[in-house]
């Protein structure tokens, strides 16, 4: 789950990162409904890697979660995901 005060999450990207680069699972931009921005506070996503389909590389890899959120007139800023048992 990912979560932004207001005015809002402006995108969201879910990559996972292995020893041959980043490969992106999942990602939404939520646009703006007017000056108080997107509205979207909080989203929970639901992501699947089809690891074969992907061509990922055996080995370790990092799950990232990256977002920005509007502010306003004043341009975007970093939300953070809000990982379970935090």
Do not use: F, I, Q
């Not at 921005?37 to 929970?44: D, H, L, P, Q, W």
């Amino acid at each position: 789950m990912v979560h932004a005060a207001s005015p809002g999450l402006r995108s969201v990207v879910v990559s996972l990162h292995t020893a041959t680069g980043p490969v992106n699972l999942a990602s939404e931009t939520y646009p703006k409904s007017g000056l108080l921005g997107s509205g979207v506070t909080e989203k929970r996503l639901h992501v699947v890697a089809d690891a074969p389909g992907l061509n990922l590389a055996e080995g370790t890899a990092t799950l990232r979660c990256s977002s920005t959120r509007m502010r306003g007139v004043l341009g975007d800023r970093r939300a953070r995901p809000n990982w379970p048992n935090r």
